[in-house]
């Protein structure tokens, strides 16, 4: 009993010093956020606001200084950028993938083994290798500095048609020829059957894209020309190059970088945990 015990308040310990090593910098974040400007300038650098300031938030998102100048770093615009972007791949995302990864698990058509191991070849090419004639490919069908151009690249990603096939080779195949047999057709099956079955996975592929359109920086910054088009990640770098001694600033843009995730992580957990720890499917 008394190893026991002292084996979980060790476990607990460790967890508990892992959560607070990973949540201070955050806790950090915020309260530089809020405040004045040039406090966390002093040495030794500050925890926690003698007093509490939303100008670096005001600044952001409502107040147009600088102007005329090369960059207005208000991020409102942005962040309404990348809202629009990131939803769109998302749904676009799993519209293409989640049926491609039904159809190479469970259906049979020419050629689908060869195109399955090109498909898991493509993983190791770093996508940094495609950018510049893909960025040729886009200027040639008049895609550069649009949106069609920041969200093309990424709808149909091999790692999450891969990732819905593992989840749906799980289900039984006596369950679908079941469903065939009493007249089902394909649509019927995939929707009907396939889709509740493999929720968490979709869920948590859903999250992985939104995720991925969200933080992408690169090719945005590759292929968009207007500012007034910046998603955010490009805005908030814009502004770091324009601002980068105003400390409190960047913490405020990277709070509002980062809270929009969290509202959306947060409830969508439990089907983040169950797509990932699942991989049964239970008859």
């Given at each position: 009993?008394?190893?026991?015990?002292?084996?979980?308040?060790?476990?607990?310990?460790?967890?508990?010093?892992?959560?607070?090593?990973?949540?201070?910098?955050?806790?950090?974040?915020?309260?530089?956020?809020?405040?004045?400007?040039?406090?966390?300038s002093?040495?030794?650098?500050?925890?926690?606001?003698?007093?509490?300031?939303?100008?670096?938030?005001?600044?952001?998102?409502?107040?147009?200084?600088?102007?005329?100048?090369?960059?207005?770093?208000?991020?409102?615009?942005?962040?309404l950028?990348?809202?629009?972007?990131?939803?769109i791949?998302?749904?676009?995302g799993?519209?293409?993938?989640?049926?491609?990864?039904?159809?190479?698990?469970?259906?049979?058509?020419?050629?689908?083994?060869?195109?399955?191991?090109?498909?898991?070849?493509?993983l190791?090419?770093?996508?940094?290798?495609?950018?510049?004639?893909?960025?040729?490919?886009?200027?040639?069908?008049?895609?550069?500095?649009?949106?069609?151009?920041?969200?093309?690249?990424?709808?149909?990603?091999?790692?999450?048609?891969?990732?819905?096939?593992?989840?749906?080779?799980?289900?039984?195949?006596?369950?679908?020829?079941?469903?065939?047999?009493?007249?089902?057709?394909?649509?019927?099956?995939?929707?009907?059957?396939?889709?509740?079955?493999i929720?968490?996975?979709?869920?948590?592929?859903?999250?992985?894209?939104?995720?991925?359109?969200?933080?992408?920086?690169?090719?945005?910054?590759?292929?968009?020309?207007?500012?007034?088009?910046?998603?955010?990640?490009?805005?908030?770098?814009?502004?770091?190059?324009?601002?980068?001694?105003?400390?409190?600033?960047?913490?405020?843009?990277?709070?509002?970088?980062?809270?929009?995730?969290?509202?959306?992580?947060?409830?969508?957990?439990?089907?983040?945990?169950g797509?990932?720890?699942?991989?049964?499917?239970?008859?």
């Amino acid at each position: 009993m008394r190893r026991r015990t002292l084996r979980a308040i060790v476990a607990n310990g460790a967890v508990a010093a892992l959560t607070a090593v990973t949540l201070v910098p955050l806790v950090w974040m915020v309260t530089v956020s809020f405040m004045p400007r040039g406090s966390s300038s002093q040495v030794p650098v500050p925890f926690w606001p003698d007093r509490w300031s939303i100008e670096n938030y005001y600044e952001l998102l409502v107040r147009r200084q600088f102007e005329g100048a090369w960059f207005d770093y208000r991020i409102l615009p942005a962040l309404l950028n990348s809202i629009g972007v990131a939803a769109i791949a998302t749904l676009l995302g799993l519209l293409l993938t989640v049926p491609a990864g039904y159809a190479f698990a469970k259906l049979r058509f020419r050629g689908r083994e060869r195109l399955l191991k090109l498909l898991i070849a493509a993983l190791v090419v770093p996508g940094q290798v495609a950018m510049l004639p893909l960025f040729l490919m886009f200027k040639e069908l008049g895609l550069v500095n649009s949106y069609a151009g920041v969200i093309l690249p990424g709808l149909a990603g091999v790692f999450a048609v891969l990732f819905v096939r593992q989840a749906v080779l799980a289900i039984p195949d006596e369950m679908l020829d079941a469903a065939r047999i009493d007249g089902a057709g394909e649509g019927r099956i995939f929707v009907s059957i396939v889709l509740p079955l493999i929720a968490p996975i979709t869920v948590t592929l859903a999250l992985f894209i939104f995720l991925g359109s969200w933080n992408d920086f690169l090719w945005p910054l590759i292929i968009l020309s207007d500012q007034e088009r910046y998603t955010l990640p490009v805005a908030v770098a814009a502004i770091m190059r324009e601002h980068a001694a105003d400390g409190e600033l960047m913490m405020a843009a990277s709070v509002v970088t980062t809270l929009p995730v969290l509202l959306i992580f947060l409830p969508l957990q439990r089907f983040y945990i169950g797509g990932l720890l699942g991989g049964s499917v239970k008859g």
